[in-house]
């Protein structure tokens, strides 16, 4: 790992970069299939299947059978596991619920605010040896809870033509609609305009490789939301001469096993405790079964040595980390003034595969410095908020002049027809 | 103006239809005056401004000078009425505050939800003939309540050099941080790279033409938020018989003012109040200042009559309008279940401009059916939700052995080595 030594203000960018991704090259194919699934719908979905999936499949639908058999074959304790997870998630989500908000900003004049649900939702699970059914937990509770009516989820079919059953039984459980098994370019283009058999939705949510990243992209264009822009998992851990070396490096590996992509930071006000994570990250690192992984993405990573801790929050709110963790005897302080972070973890007893998995926030968080702008995925992410508003006969004529003045300020007579013309009436 | 009569399900995309964009071509020249920007800085900021607005700068920066002469130039009534929306404005959006979001999801596992705003935000007022200045308080406004650190405004110059002084008025009383003469590509790309007098910001908003909204698409590839995609303006209203056909008039005519593309919609179950409204608006259209514009768009537009509510219900939500007024003696059957409308307006005494000034709701709202995954601008718009997590002993002792399974069966190592690490010192 390499260690930087009070890194310069004016090197702080430099210090700070995030491993560069090029996409440039993928979005003609990206186009291409999109514009295949829009034309043929169907036939275009089990055509790339057979080409990227490897297996030729004659319905994509997940039918009741075979949600019964997964719910069969998941090994009992992890059924417990995940509904202590779904658990957990559901209270923090649910508390998330907001009531109308109403004012009335002048007398006769009631304004109101109202959040309602995103109808129609695709659900993206990457498929691949390890599946990820902890993201099904973390995008179908919420959609559930906001009140969202479609709730499509697609995943890529193994070579046999099946699902995982953690994700239909995590899916089923949490009670998606459509189980689809369709992945990669060709999904994200049938949720973006529908086919005989996967519905077209209003937003899409969820993981996925660069294609998925990209085809994502693409559907925004036709109008299709999505969560929030991706890119690579990323973790910052802050920690003073207290902190538990072993315990840092276990979090800084659990990062870098994700992909040979993640990026790991520590940034540390003790000189020792760098020294004594480094070395504990080479001790772990060796029984680690994605050692290969975990290594290469480490060999990438910095451990940064900062004076104090004022200065620390500031490199911290420049990067803005996906998770941040704080081991430090000042994390109030952190807590207090961190602006841009995905997911803070807190104290000794926190580690990042806690958020991951079970303690109810979300794990959909905004990386490569999105968390500037960017929340991570929350019950907000699956309904709109709506304005209302009724005015009374007393109500306009309170603020008529105001908008007949504004309007014709802004020569946009119409505007102030539309008002005169009632004023006329009243007085 | 078109009149539609019970249109048949399969044929109401087709009647729904919008007035189509295309802006494929403009992509290239936003794409190479971004470039030009990224490499020149200030440079490029002036080449263009001379070469688009017809002036040439030694500095784009408002003055305090040119501050106090707008604060003189902006007649007093106008300066009232602004204030007078001001306040409206800020009661509505200092209600949508949110607190803090607590809860103990396992006995030890503390998760909290927190809104923290934006640091930075850019906002685009357009120039040209008619001030926009509404829109300054509509995105001011809310920044300023969110407590974003930094609000750079943005607008070009005219012939003169100048901005309008009601937009330098409206900037300055709602406490714009930097205000400065520049507009169009290289105003966005000012904002997104950053340059020696344009502050690089994390999220854009503001209306503009294609070249803006272009422009502001192509900043998200950068990793800059944008408010929401644009297109042309849109009102549909619904109203039963005993509604006032000249108020429809008015308010159909206010919105057709506003370009050639923008649409306007009547969905009725009266025939006699479609004949009616269709003979005000040709009455009404023939005074208007901007009659060339409103006639075109009205040329565009539909009165479209169906049986009953429920239909016409399910119509305008397949639609999604931007504004949505509702004259109906049913109007809780459209308030209550209206999914997808930008900002909606109820009953006789709320015309649309109340909205677009005064009445305290935002005005900047998704259009071209992006209601149905979007929200209008609104306090969030600002900030963004960060969660954070504290677990203990008893926490970790308690979540433990669900995570340990979880990562395990996802065949993530490193992520149950985190917790297990843990776990052993504990027990």
Redesign the interface.
């Known amino acids: 790992m390499q260690i930087i030594n009070n890194p310069n203000k004016s090197d702080w960018s430099q210090v700070l970069k995030r491993p560069t991704q090029t996409v440039g090259d993928i979005e003609e194919t990206v186009i291409q299939i999109f514009e295949d699934v829009r034309k043929n719908g169907d036939a275009a979905i089990k055509t790339y299947t057979s080409k990227f999936d490897g297996i030729s499949l004659d319905s994509h639908i997940v039918t009741s059978e075979e949600i019964q058999k997964a719910m069969n074959a998941v090994p009992e ?2 059924q ?3 509904k ?2 779904k ?2 998630i559901e ?2 989500h649910t ?2 619920k ?1 009531d109308r ?3 009335e ?2 007398q006769g ?1 009631q ?1 109101w ?1 109202e959040k ?5 939702v695709g659900l993206y699970i990457p498929g691949g ?6 993201t099904v937990l973390m995008l179908v509770v919420p959609a559930q809870i906001a009140g969202c009516k479609e709730i499509v989820l697609c995943s890529p079919p193994n070579k046999q033509g099946a699902l995982a059953a ?1 994700i239909v039984f995590a899916a089923h459980l949490c009670g998606v609609t459509k189980i689809i098994k369709v992945g990669g370019i060709q999904a994200i283009a049938g949720l973006t305009f529908g086919t005989e058999t996967i519905p077209q939705v ?2 899409i949510f969820g993981p996925g490789n660069q294609f998925v990243t990209v085809a994502k992209q693409l559907a ?1 264009k036709y ?3 999505i969560d929030m ?1 991706a890119g690579p998992s990323e973790l910052l851990v802050v920690a003073d001469e207290a902190a538990n070396a ?2 840092i490096a ?2 800084l ?2 990062q ?3 992909g040979v992509d993640s990026q790991v930071i520590l940034v540390s006000t003790s000189k020792t405790l760098i020294d004594k994570v480094s070395e504990e990250v080479e001790k ?1 690192l060796e029984v ?3 050692k290969a992984i ?1 290594e290469k993405s480490i060999g990438n990573s910095k451990l940064i040595y900062v004076e104090n801790d004022t200065l620390a929050l500031e490199l911290i709110n420049e990067y803005g980390p996906e998770h941040f963790i704080i081991c430090s005897q000042n994390e109030d302080f952190y ?1 207090d003034h ?25 794990h959909t968080l ?1 990386t ?9 995925v ?1 019950l ?1 992410s699956f309904s ?10 007393e ?2 004529l309170n ?1 008529g ?3 007949e ?3 014709e ?11 005169s ?2 004023l006329k009436d009243l007085k």
Chains 1, 2 share one sequence.
């Open positions: 304790k992890l417990q596991a995940i202590t997870a658990h957990n209270a923090f508390a998330q907001t908000i109403e004012v900003t002048t004049v304004c605010q309602r649900a995103i109808q129609k040896t390890a599946p990820l059914f902890s953690e209003y937003k925004t109008g299709v939301a822009p072993s315990y276990s979090d590996l659990s870098a096993e994700h772990q680690l079964p994605r975990a807590v961190i602006e841009n972070a995905g997911s803070v973890f807190i104290g000794d007893y926190t580690p990042e595969s806690a958020g991951d998995y079970a303690s109810g926030t979300n905004p490569n410095g999105f968390s500037k702008a960017y929340s991570g929350n907000d709109k908020s709506m304005t209302f508003q009724k005015i009374s006969k109500g306009i603020i002049e105001t908008i003045l504004m309007a300020a802004e020569g946009l007579q119409a505007h102030k027809n539309a008002v013309i009632r």
